[in-house]
């Protein structure tokens, strides 16, 4: 019998390279691995003359290099990998740079991604040794392409030393890719770096840490000085720490499998607060050495994360895996599911996380051979049963947890808004908020039998206090089972404290009622005293003293706008978040600039009346007050010190009302503010008894008037000639229209402009 050898056609080189490895993306992604692999602490990515007739790209590293033996015995021997034969532990490079790096990769393919990225391969490297070699290799990949015939090993790839090098560096390694497959332009650069930034593991405890990357386009450096954002610009380092920036403003929790397989940790925390941490059995013998990391996002998450990365998280993506620092794939793409996380939220979409919800990595160390990737390498890992366990273990023992405490204690940490109208419905809850219901799910995990260590909040005296039902006794009759079982010193002191606690409190019952009761009448004797008596004239100036709940009241009210502020932005970018309509956007913006004039109104008006005039509802002559505003307040203010107010009221009309004096103030600085914009020098108000049922103000200015192209327009919401919002004079009318009266401009008027006030007499309503 004689022995035969299979022949290896010169096709086997598309099998490998370009049919195998389909993404550019993911071709780049290999050689940056294999710099990683070769101890370079910094690989650069060039790309050069994309826009011209010879396109290359060069991936620069300054790892150990080569010499002509591991090019001819590692490099060129297809499918080897000494990282996967552990031949390079034998190598004491690795000892003397006193690395802890695990190779990402141990295919032995990742070569040939070359293939994937370009028709040729100039192959430029130096070993970090004495006396070392510029060795070069040149591949021209094309000869390797229809001659299906020939043999793989009998076509050459060829050899030379050369003398001298045009790079600065000592030793590493050179790929100068040339006769491109695809087309870089900017949107491509930009996708790159933006996959790269999720390329490697931000919380990585190995030598990835000290690993950098870096994109140089040149062609790209001038349109990237036009960006302020570095997601938006091509050149730079590549840098990921989006995990880290959400950590205290979201639901966290960290799960992870011991080294060596025994037990698993869990850390659940809610906005920097600790909930709880767990040491139990692990049950699933085919995992180890594994961490998941998982945010739940809430609304607030969601801002952070636009303003922090500049992009929505549904586009940046879900749930990553890292498998000894780098990515991968598909893990974590937007499109992707492979963890059945959108599956199962669609049998209750209010009652599971789903992948827009979430933002978390799974992390794999060591050499965990069973849960390992595809050959195509973005096709995730190989369906083992170690991966089923993987997928088990990810949705009871991290996402479920999590959903738990989201779904059913916090109710999902959000204020529940309404759109219409930016009310709170329901405030978001804290921590402190549902500690009984925390205690509740603490007392279930005491229960269980795996459950090997647990630590929590022991302060239930407080909550004892504040919460005496039903639920209380069922947590002390959980504590106190448990640690008669288990004989826990720590956890029987704990039950007998609790016991005390609970029988002294209940019988002091009735005297913590009393003191509720007399707390809440001081409260109201309080609220009696803050009350004012508000005079006939609320502009008198003698009545202005240095009362400190005068002051209490400014800043009461002027802390309630600028929260509202802050909840319209929310909403604001919520909004913008979930694609709400423009109408309901331009509305958020409208309530965040009257939220800011009243500010503005406060501060000046403060200086002139008792506050709490200002800020309530009043029913007084609103002829009287708009005279008193005017020269009491507006002709004192340094920003209309040049310009000539004059207010005149022949008739002697007068009109009581209902009305709130912040509004009318908001609505005459806007008019002030507009004839001023109009380089105005003097602005008449003139009052005038019309008939039985109206009564008018003419606002007249001498400025540059307002053309008849737009006269019909400057009512409408957001339209403006100038640099300005656009919303003062939609407010304006909103505002007359709410005294159900209203607003028109003389189209006739020639000397400057003319604005109408129309106040209806017999239909004055509150507002």
């Given at each position: 019998m004689n022995a035969e050898n299979f022949k290896v056609s010169a096709a086997l080189k598309d099998i490998i390279g370009k049919e195998l490895i389909t993404d550019e993306f993911v071709a780049v992604f290999e050689l940056v691995k294999n710099s990683f692999d070769a101890f370079a602490s910094k690989v650069e990515i060039h790309f050069q003359s994309i826009y011209g007739s010879n396109p290359r790209i060069l991936i620069v590293d300054n790892g150990k290099g080569m010499d002509y033996s591991d090019l001819k015995d590692k490099w060129l021997f297809?499918?080897?990998?000494?990282?996967?034969?552990?031949?390079?532990?034998?190598?004491?490079?690795?000892?003397?740079?006193?690395?802890?790096?695990?190779?990402?990769?141990?295919?032995?393919?990742?070569?040939?991604?070359?293939?994937?990225?370009?028709?040729?391969?100039?192959?430029?490297?130096?070993?970090?040794?004495?006396?070392?070699?510029?060795?070069?290799?040149?591949?021209?990949?094309?000869?390797?392409?229809?001659?299906?015939?020939?043999?793989?090993?009998?076509?050459?790839?060829?050899?030379?030393?050369?003398?001298?090098?045009?790079?600065?560096?000592?030793?590493?390694?050179?790929?100068?890719?040339?006769?491109?497959?695809?087309?870089?332009?900017?949107?491509?650069?930009?996708?790159?770096?933006?996959?790269?930034?999720?390329?490697?593991?931000?919380?990585?405890?190995?030598?990835?840490?000290?690993?950098?990357?870096?994109?140089?386009?040149?062609?790209?450096?001038?349109?990237?000085?036009?960006?302020?954002?570095?997601?938006?610009?091509?050149?730079?380092?590549?840098?990921?720490?989006?995990?880290?920036?959400?950590?205290?403003?979201?639901?966290?929790?960290?799960?992870?499998?011991?080294?060596?397989?025994?037990?698993?940790?869990?850390?659940?925390?809610?906005?920097?607060?600790?909930?709880?941490?767990?040491?139990?059995?692990?049950?699933?013998?085919?995992?180890?050495?594994?961490?998941?990391?998982?945010?739940?996002?809430?609304?607030?998450?969601?801002?952070?994360?636009?303003?922090?990365?500049?992009?929505?998280?549904?586009d940046y993506g879900s749930v990553f895996m890292y498998k000894n620092g780098f990515r991968i794939y598909p893990f974590g793409d937007p499109s992707e599911d492979i963890l059945l996380i959108d599956r199962r939220k669609q049998q209750g979409y209010s009652r599971f996380l789903g992948t827009r919800d979430l933002i978390g990595r799974i992390e794999i160390f060591g050499d965990n051979n069973e849960l390992r990737e595809t050959s195509s390498r973005d096709g995730g890992l190989v369906k083992t049963d170690a991966w089923f366990d993987l997928v088990d273990f990810f949705s009871k023992y991290v996402l479920l947890r999590l959903e738990n405490y989201v779904v059913n204690i916090i109710k999902w940490g959000d204020e529940r808004i309404d759109k219409d109208t930016g009310e709170i419905i329901n405030p978001e809850l804290w921590p402190y908020d549902v500690k009984m219901q925390i205690l509740e799910l603490i007392s279930g995990f005491i229960n269980s039998k795996n459950i090997l260590e647990i630590q929590y909040d022991k302060d239930f005296l407080n909550i004892i206090e504040r919460k005496q039902d039903k639920s209380v006794d069922k947590i002390i009759?959980?504590?106190?089972?448990?640690?008669?079982?288990?004989?826990?010193?720590?956890?029987?002191?704990?039950?007998?404290?609790?016991?005390?606690?609970?029988?002294?409190?209940?019988?002091?019952?009735?005297?913590?009622?009393?003191?509720?009761?007399?707390?809440?009448?001081?409260?109201?004797?309080?609220?009696?005293?803050?009350?004012?008596?508000?005079?006939?004239?609320?502009?008198?100036?003698?009545?202005?003293?240095?009362?400190?709940?005068?002051?209490?009241?400014?800043?009461?009210?002027?802390?309630?706008?600028?929260?509202?502020?802050?909840?319209?932005?929310?909403?604001?970018?919520?909004?913008?978040?979930?694609?709400?309509?423009?109408?309901?956007?331009?509305?958020?913006?409208?309530?965040?600039?009257?939220?800011?004039?009243?500010?503005?109104?406060?501060?000046?008006?403060?200086?002139?009346?008792?506050?709490?005039?200002?800020?309530?509802?009043?029913?007084?002559?609103?002829?009287?007050?708009?005279n008193e505003y005017i020269s009491n307040v507006c002709q004192a203010y340094e920003d209309y010190e040049n310009i000539n107010i004059i207010t005149t009221n022949k008739n002697k009309a007068s009109l009581r009302t209902h009305f709130s004096p912040v509004d009318i103030t908001i609505l005459f600085d806007n008019l002030l503010n507009n004839a001023k914009k109009a380089k105005s020098k003097n602005i008449h108000f003139e009052w005038i008894d019309v008939n039985d049922e109206d009564l008018q103000l003419r606002v007249r200015d001498d400025g540059i008037g307002i053309s008849s192209k737009i006269i019909n327009q400057i009512f409408d919401f957001r339209f403006t000639t100038t640099k300005g919002s656009g919303i003062g004079l939609y407010n304006v009318k909103e505002i007359m229209s709410q005294l159900n009266g209203r607003i028109e401009v003389n189209p006739n008027y020639k000397i400057g402009a003319e604005f109408i006030l129309t106040f209806n007499k017999k239909n004055a309503i509150r507002l």
């Open positions: 297809v499918a080897y990998s000494a990282k996967r034969l552990k031949k390079e532990l034998e190598d004491n490079y690795r000892d003397r740079i006193k690395s802890n790096r695990i190779f990402a990769g141990a295919k032995g393919v990742g070569r040939f991604s070359c293939d994937r990225l370009g028709k040729t391969l100039n192959l430029l490297t130096i070993k970090d040794s004495s006396n070392p070699r510029i060795e070069n290799l040149f591949v021209d990949w094309k000869s390797f392409e229809n001659v299906d015939n020939k043999e793989f090993i009998k076509i050459d790839v060829q050899h030379r030393v050369l003398d001298s090098l045009n790079y600065e560096i000592e030793h590493g390694t050179i790929l100068e890719i040339n006769e491109l497959r695809d087309t870089w332009d900017r949107e491509k650069l930009l996708h790159l770096k933006r996959s790269l930034v999720k390329l490697i593991n931000p919380n990585q405890e190995n030598d990835s840490s000290n690993f950098s990357i870096e994109i140089i386009a040149n062609e790209e450096l001038e349109e990237d000085l036009k960006k302020e954002s570095d997601w938006e610009k091509v050149n730079g380092p590549i840098e990921n720490k989006v995990f880290e920036t959400l950590e205290i403003k979201t639901t966290n929790i960290y799960v992870q499998i011991s080294e060596n397989g025994d037990y698993i940790e869990t850390t659940m925390q809610d906005r920097g607060d600790l909930i709880y941490y767990l040491k139990e059995k692990n049950p699933f013998n085919s995992l180890k050495n594994i961490s998941v990391y998982l945010f739940q996002l809430n609304r607030k998450a969601k801002i952070a994360f636009h303003k922090v990365m500049g992009l929505r998280s549904i009759k959980n504590v106190s089972k448990v640690a008669a079982q288990t004989g826990n010193k720590d956890l029987i002191r704990e039950a007998r404290k609790i016991e005390s606690a609970v029988k002294q409190v209940r019988s002091d019952a009735k005297v913590d009622r009393v003191r509720a009761e007399l707390a809440e009448r001081n409260v109201l004797d309080i609220n009696e005293k803050l009350k004012y008596t508000i005079g006939q004239n609320s502009f008198l100036k003698d009545s202005v003293g240095a009362d400190t709940i005068e002051l209490q009241s400014l800043l009461h009210h002027t802390e309630k706008a600028t929260y509202w502020i802050e909840r319209h932005i929310e909403n604001l970018f919520i909004g913008i978040e979930e694609g709400w309509s423009k109408d309901n956007l331009f509305d958020l913006l409208n309530k965040i600039s009257l939220e800011n004039q009243k500010i503005f109104s406060f501060t000046k008006y403060h200086k002139s009346t008792k506050f709490n005039t200002f800020v309530k509802e009043i029913e007084e002559d609103i002829v009287s007050f708009v």
